[in-house]
């Protein structure tokens, strides 16, 4: 673990949390898309939200994968358990 200065503004690393299945996402391109697979953990297989499930594209960027909605039968994300 590394610590970090909070008075150098440079340390700071924002996170956020990846696109999982079945999250609704938008790429780089703009294209809206499912995230349908995550193949090892490095490439997210996405397809359109609706039309043609066939026509799929991937990526291995899934910093780059803006999340739009996330998947109706998960709790939110920053929820905490009870």
Request: charged share 35%; proline share 10%; hydrophobic share 30%.
């Amino acid at each position: 673990m590394v610590a970090l200065d909070p008075s150098r503004a440079r340390d700071r690393v924002v996170t956020r949390p990846r696109a999982e299945v079945g999250d609704l996402v938008e790429d780089q391109q703009g294209r809206r898309a499912i995230v349908t697979d995550i193949k090892k953990g490095k490439t997210w297989v996405l397809r359109p939200p609706s039309g043609s499930t066939t026509a799929q594209w991937e990526s291995d960027d899934p910093d780059s994968l803006r999340i739009l909605e996330p998947r109706p039968s998960r709790p939110d994300r920053n929820q905490e358990a009870k």
